[in-house]
C-alpha cells in the first residue's frame, strides 16, 4: 500500500479534519459516477455519500479500523454500496408497499405496476413542495416514526404531522394518477 494511503489512515485514526475532508474531495466524483449505475438521482447519491464517508471515518476514530492490503478508496465504496441497497430498498418500500394509510383509506398498489410506479414517483415527487417532500422522506426514507418527526422538527403535535403527510401523500397520488 502507497506511504500516502498508510498516512492518510492514520491522519484518520487521529481525528484529523482535513483528513476527512481530503477523502471527501477525492472521492465524491468517482463514487458518484460509480452510483449511477444504480439508477439513483445525484442528490440521493450526494447524501448516500455524505453518509459513507461519515461511516467510514467513525470506524477510522472510534474503532481505530486499519486496512491491512485495501485501498481506502475500496474501503470507503463498500460502505457506500451497502447504503446504496439500504437506499433502494427504502424506495422500494415507499412505492412498493401493499397498502398506503391515507386518511383512513386503504390504496392498493399492484405488484404489476411497481416498475412504472417507481418511475413515476421519481418524476413527480419533485412536484411536490419543500415541505412535502422533506416529511415524506423522514418518514418512509429515514423510517422516522410521527413522533420522532414531531420531537425533530417544527410541527407542533403528532395530528399535525399525521395530517400534514396524509395530505402530500394524497397529492403524490393524484400527480402519479392523472400521468
Same mark, same amino acid.
Given at each position: /500500500?502507497?506511504?500516502?494511503?498508510?498516512?492518510?489512515? %492514520? *491522519?484518520? *485514526?487521529? +481525528?484529523?479534519?482535513?483528513?476527512?475532508?481530503?477523502?471527501?474531495?477525492?472521492?465524491? +466524483?468517482?463514487?458518484?459516477?460509480?452510483?449511477?449505475?444504480?439508477?439513483?438521482?445525484?442528490?440521493?447519491?450526494?447524501?448516500?455519500?455524505?453518509?459513507? =464517508?461519515?461511516? /467510514?471515518?467513525?470506524?477510522?476514530?472510534?474503532?481505530?479500523?486499519?486496512?491491512?492490503?485495501? @485501498?481506502?478508496? %475500496?474501503?470507503?465504496?463498500?460502505?457506500?454500496?451497502?447504503?446504496?441497497?439500504?437506499?433502494?430498498?427504502?424506495?422500494?418500500?415507499?412505492?412498493?408497499?401493499? =397498502? =398506503?394509510?391515507? +386518511?383512513?383509506?386503504?390504496?392498493?398498489?399492484?405488484?404489476? #405496476?411497481? @416498475?412504472?410506479?417507481?418511475?413515476?414517483?421519481?418524476?413527480?415527487?419533485?412536484?411536490?413542495?419543500?415541505?412535502?417532500?422533506?416529511?415524506?422522506?423522514?418518514?418512509?426514507? *429515514?423510517?422516522? @416514526?410521527?413522533?420522532?418527526?414531531?420531537?425533530?422538527?417544527?410541527?407542533?403535535?403528532?395530528? %399535525?404531522?399525521?395530517?400534514?403527510? @396524509?395530505?402530500?401523500?394524497?397529492?403524490? #397520488?393524484?400527480? #402519479?394518477?392523472? +400521468?
Amino acid at each position: /500500500m502507497e506511504k500516502q494511503q498508510v498516512d492518510l489512515q %492514520t *491522519r484518520l *485514526r487521529n +481525528d484529523d479534519k482535513k483528513a476527512l475532508e481530503e477523502v471527501y474531495l477525492n472521492y465524491k +466524483d468517482a463514487f458518484v459516477n460509480y452510483g449511477l449505475r444504480f439508477q439513483l438521482d445525484r442528490e440521493d447519491l450526494i447524501d448516500v455519500y455524505q453518509d459513507s =464517508v461519515i461511516a /467510514m471515518y467513525q470506524n477510522f476514530t472510534q474503532k481505530q479500523t486499519e486496512l491491512n492490503g485495501s @485501498s481506502l478508496k %475500496t474501503y470507503l465504496f463498500s460502505i457506500g454500496k451497502h447504503k446504496i441497497y439500504d437506499r433502494l430498498k427504502e424506495q422500494k418500500q415507499l412505492v412498493g408497499a401493499v =397498502v =398506503v394509510e391515507d +386518511d383512513y383509506e386503504e390504496i392498493e398498489l399492484t405488484e404489476s #405496476i411497481l @416498475s412504472e410506479e417507481q418511475l413515476q414517483l421519481r418524476k413527480y415527487f419533485g412536484h411536490l413542495g419543500e415541505s412535502c417532500q422533506h416529511i415524506l422522506r423522514l418518514f418512509y426514507y *429515514r423510517g422516522l @416514526s410521527i413522533k420522532e418527526i414531531v420531537s425533530q422538527t417544527q410541527y407542533k403535535d403528532e395530528n %399535525t404531522v399525521k395530517s400534514h403527510k @396524509s395530505r402530500c401523500l394524497k397529492k403524490l #397520488i393524484t400527480l #402519479i394518477k392523472k +400521468d
